[in-house]
């Protein structure tokens, strides 16, 4: 018997080292993994900014995203204690950066798509409060384009889309509006700017897989990924999350930015938010909601903001009791959070 416990345990050390060198060995593939929820009040600093003492907060959320390892890879994502990780996924490269886009490019694109989203969010919630924010821009840029979709071989990363049949899109609803006028299998005339000179592409539109009456032209794009946009902020304020990249806290910055200029967005809640926010105020669809609902759940948040659609589905299923609002626009975000009861107020 003695023998036999011997074995099992020499066999059990054998397999925790395959197992950790496998750990520590990177495959080409991703893996996403919670991060807690951290609060913005100390990130966000606003000229004139109150205090607020009610006990809440406004949080972001982000996903670790990672190399994902040999052992990650084999067990799909669900590897077992003591190497698993609550709430991973496993995802192919293409899932996080575009195709022929090195590591360094991706990081690159991502601090200045979190930059663009800063900006953003400082101007949607100063227009809210009735601040008047000039912002101009030449057009939305393209952060990618889809191999198989009409625009392969005609649009580039990076191109600047002007304008669509000749209408004007400065901001990516621009650009969906003039795309929709269209439908799916009509040409559509794109000017593009490109190495500083401008050029006219027609594209065929395509039938939407999800929605086969809404066309499609085949590229990606980014409310936080805009052509050099000057947005003159009538108020300073200056956002600081470190090398945290991304557009996705831009609904959650709009929120703070309103908060610390004496608004009572949060009403005594802790209150989390994800979602890409346009200059019209339009929240938009984000990645990772899996990852970023169970880090708002684990950081104790009340209330977690989401895109409404896929998104807030996806996040009902990881919520727990933490209740989740979904949202299309800033406006009604607020409207949202005003119903919730007030709690924690300090007298």
């Given at each position: 018997?003695?023998?036999?416990?011997?074995?099992?345990?020499?066999?059990?050390?054998?397999?925790f080292?395959?197992?950790?060198?496998?750990?520590?060995?990177?495959?080409?593939?991703?893996i996403?993994?919670?991060?807690?929820?951290?609060?913005?009040?100390s990130?966000?600093?606003?000229?004139?900014?109150?205090?607020?003492?009610?006990?809440?907060?406004?949080?972001?959320?982000?996903?670790?995203?990672?190399?994902?390892?040999?052992?990650e890879?084999?067990?799909?994502?669900?590897?077992?204690?003591?190497?698993?990780?609550?709430?991973?996924?496993?995802?192919?490269?293409?899932?996080?950066?575009?195709?022929?886009?090195?590591?360094?490019?991706?990081?690159q694109?991502?601090?200045?798509?979190?930059?663009?989203?800063?900006?953003?969010?400082?101007?949607?919630?100063?227009?809210?409060?009735g601040?008047d924010?000039?912002?101009?821009?030449?057009?939305?840029?393209?952060?990618?384009?889809?191999?198989?979709?009409?625009?392969?071989?005609?649009?580039?990363?990076?191109?600047?889309?002007?304008?669509v049949?000749?209408?004007p899109?400065?901001?990516?609803?621009?650009?969906?509006?003039?795309?929709?006028?269209?439908?799916?299998?009509?040409?559509?005339?794109?000017?593009?700017?490109r190495?500083?000179?401008?050029?006219?592409?027609?594209?065929?539109?395509?039938?939407?897989?999800e929605?086969?009456?809404?066309?499609?032209?085949?590229?990606?794009?980014?409310?936080?990924?805009?052509?050099?946009?000057?947005?003159?902020?009538?108020?300073?304020?200056?956002?600081?999350?470190?090398?945290?990249?991304?557009?996705?806290?831009g609904?959650?910055?709009?929120?703070?930015?309103?908060?610390?200029l004496?608004h009572?967005?949060?009403?005594?809640?802790?209150?989390?938010a994800?979602?890409?926010?346009?200059?019209?105020?339009?929240?938009?669809?984000?990645?990772?909601?899996?990852?970023?609902?169970?880090?708002?759940?684990?950081?104790?948040?009340d209330?977690?903001?989401?895109?409404?659609?896929?998104?807030?589905?996806?996040?009902?299923?990881?919520?727990?009791?933490?209740?989740?609002?979904?949202?299309?626009?800033?406006?009604?975000?607020?409207?949202?959070?005003?119903?919730?009861?007030?709690?924690?107020?300090?007298?």
């Amino acid at each position: 018997m003695a023998r036999f416990f011997k074995l099992l345990i020499v066999t059990g050390c054998f397999l925790f080292a395959i197992a950790a060198f496998l750990y520590v060995i990177p495959s080409d593939k991703y893996i996403l993994v919670p991060d807690r929820a951290r609060p913005l009040a100390s990130e966000v600093f606003v000229t004139g900014e109150r205090a607020d003492e009610d006990g809440g907060g406004i949080y972001y959320v982000a996903v670790q995203v990672e190399k994902a390892s040999l052992l990650e890879k084999i067990f799909n994502g669900n590897v077992p204690w003591p190497f698993g990780r609550e709430g991973s996924t496993l995802v192919p490269a293409t899932a996080v950066r575009a195709p022929g886009e090195s590591e360094q490019e991706h990081r690159q694109q991502e601090l200045r798509a979190m930059a663009e989203s800063q900006k953003i969010g400082a101007a949607v919630a100063l227009r809210s409060l009735g601040y008047d924010v000039p912002v101009e821009s030449p057009g939305t840029v393209v952060a990618g384009v889809n191999p198989d979709g009409p625009a392969a071989g005609k649009l580039r990363a990076h191109d600047v889309i002007v304008s669509v049949d000749g209408e004007p899109t400065p901001f990516l609803p621009d650009l969906r509006r003039a795309i929709r006028k269209r439908r799916p299998g009509e040409t559509v005339d794109v000017t593009v700017q490109r190495d500083r000179g401008t050029r006219k592409i027609d594209i065929t539109t395509v039938p939407d897989p999800e929605s086969p009456d809404r066309p499609l032209i085949g590229v990606f794009t980014s409310c936080a990924l805009q052509a050099p946009t000057k947005i003159s902020l009538p108020v300073p304020v200056r956002i600081d999350l470190g090398q945290v990249g991304g557009p996705s806290a831009g609904l959650a910055f709009a929120l703070d930015v309103a908060e610390e200029l004496g608004h009572d967005i949060d009403r005594g809640h802790k209150v989390a938010a994800s979602g890409e926010l346009c200059l019209d105020g339009s929240v938009v669809s984000v990645g990772g909601l899996k990852q970023k609902t169970i880090g708002a759940r684990q950081a104790g948040v009340d209330v977690f903001l989401v895109p409404a659609g896929d998104n807030a589905e996806e996040a009902r299923r990881h919520a727990g009791s933490m209740k989740v609002v979904p949202v299309q626009s800033f406006r009604q975000a607020l409207r949202a959070l005003a119903t919730l009861p007030q709690e924690g107020r300090k007298s």
